[in-house]
C-alpha cells in the first residue's frame, strides 16, 4: 500500500520554513501530538513512522508539497542530512547527487580531489567521473592543483557547495 498526500496530511504536519513534522493524531502512549515526529539515525537523517511503515523525512517533505514522492533522489543543498527544510531539499538523479558532497572525512590536503602525490612530489588533482577518475596534473603549488579541481568541477556541472 503506497502513502498518500491525505493519509500524510491526517497525521502530519509540515513546516516547510522548519523542516520539521509535527503530530496530529497519537497512535501510541509515547507519541503526543504537537511534538515533533521521528528521529535522527545513525547516518543523519530523521526517520518517520508513518500508518506502522517508516520513511525517511525528506521524502515525506515531497509527498507533503508536491503530492508525489520524488523519483530520483533528494539532496540536502547544504549537506546536512536532518535538515529537511523545503528550500534545502531538491530532487536529483544520483549522478547530481553525487556532485554535491561534503569533503571526506579522510580527506588531508582540505580541498576535495586534491593530495599529496608523495613519488613526485607535487600536489595531484583529480575528478571522479561516473566510475572513474579523471587525472587533472601534477602542481608544484597546491593553490594551481585547487584551481584545476574547481574548473573541472565546474566544466562538468558539479553543485557550487561541492567539497565544503
Known sequence: MKL??????????????????????ARSNSVKIGEEAGNVGGAGYRHIYVNGRRFLAHRLAFLYVTGEFPIGEVDHINGERSDN???????????????????PVTNTSGHIGVCWHSAASKWMAQIQ???????????????????????????HGFHKNHGR
Open 129 to 155: 567521473l561516473g566510475r572513474r577518475n579523471k587525472y587533472l596534473g601534477l602542481f608544484d603549488k597546491i593553490e594551481d592543483a585547487v584551481s584545476a579541481r574547481i574548473e573541472a568541477q565546474l566544466r
Open 85 to 103: 527544510r523545503w528550500t534545502n531539499l531538491r530532487a536529483v538523479s544520483n549522478v547530481q547527487n553525487s556532485r554535491n558532497q561534503k569533503k
Open 4 to 25: 498518500t498526500k491525505e493519509e500524510l496530511s491526517e497525521e502530519l504536519h509540515y513546516n516547510q520554513a522548519t523542516g520539521k513534522f509535527i503530530r496530529r493524531i
